[in-house]
């Protein structure tokens, strides 16, 4: 934990209070060598400190606050990314798909259901060597084939003018960047 030294109040603080004459350090005393002993030097104790050290700054004390970082201005244009747009995509995208896989999808689950659940009609004969069952099993691909094609006509015309709209926004976002530079 780091303490503030910078004093938490703007006036300075007080001064500390005299030292009573019976405190204060005791002046150093020679004494007179004796012939047997070392003389050693006395030094005296160590003086009064008279300045007062910095009050801590307590967890709960405020903190000086730093300054905010400067933002920069507000482009006039939307970037890439706008929600709206990505969510219009997705939607038109999601669309897309379920509209193909379940005209594959559907087909092909009806003809599994009628095989199972009505095997006279699949059984029945419609010419001379082809049955119900088998012409609806070699109409599976050109339901296939049209589940294709509704893809492409709902991509052309829903998705990929929507995302078309997007790359050029993208593009003009990235030369007004490359411009601001």
């Given at each position: 934990?780091?303490?503030?030294?910078?004093?938490?109040?703007?006036?300075?603080?007080?001064?500390?209070?005299?030292?009573?004459?019976?405190?204060?350090?005791?002046?150093?005393?020679?004494?007179?060598?004796?012939?047997?002993?070392?003389?050693?030097?006395?030094?005296?104790?160590?003086?009064?400190?008279h300045s007062s050290?910095?009050?801590?700054?307590?967890?709960?004390?405020?903190?000086?606050?730093?300054?905010?970082?400067?933002?920069?201005?507000?482009?006039?244009?939307?970037a890439l990314g706008?929600?709206?747009?990505?969510?219009?995509?997705?939607?038109?995208y999601r669309r897309?798909?379920?509209?193909?896989?379940?005209?594959?999808?559907?087909?092909?689950?009806?003809?599994?259901?009628?095989?199972?659940?009505?095997?006279?009609?699949?059984?029945?004969?419609?010419?001379?060597?082809?049955?119900?069952?088998?012409?609806?099993?070699?109409?599976?691909?050109?339901?296939?084939?049209?589940?294709?094609?509704?893809?492409?006509?709902?991509?052309?015309?829903?998705?990929?003018?929507?995302?078309?709209?997007?790359?050029?926004?993208?593009?003009?976002?990235?030369?007004?960047?490359?411009?601001?530079?």
């Amino acid at each position: 934990m780091s303490y503030d030294t910078s004093p938490s109040s703007p006036f300075p603080p007080p001064d500390p209070p005299p030292v009573p004459p019976h405190h204060a350090a005791p002046k150093p005393q020679r004494s007179q060598p004796s012939p047997s002993s070392p003389s050693y030097p006395t030094y005296p104790a160590h003086p009064a400190h008279h300045s007062s050290p910095a009050p801590p700054t307590y967890p709960w004390a405020p903190q000086p606050q730093a300054p905010e970082p400067v933002r920069p201005p507000r482009r006039r244009h939307t970037a890439l990314g706008r929600h709206s747009d990505l969510r219009v995509l997705r939607t038109a995208y999601r669309r897309q798909r379920r509209v193909a896989t379940l005209t594959a999808l559907g087909y092909f689950t009806l003809f599994l259901v009628l095989s199972a659940s009505a095997p006279s009609l699949m059984t029945s004969r419609v010419s001379d060597g082809l049955n119900v069952g088998l012409l609806l099993g070699l109409l599976q691909i050109p339901v296939t084939c049209a589940a294709i094609a509704l893809y492409e006509f709902t991509a052309r015309r829903g998705v990929d003018p929507l995302a078309e709209r997007m790359r050029r926004q993208t593009e003009l976002d990235t030369r007004r960047a490359e411009a601001a530079r």
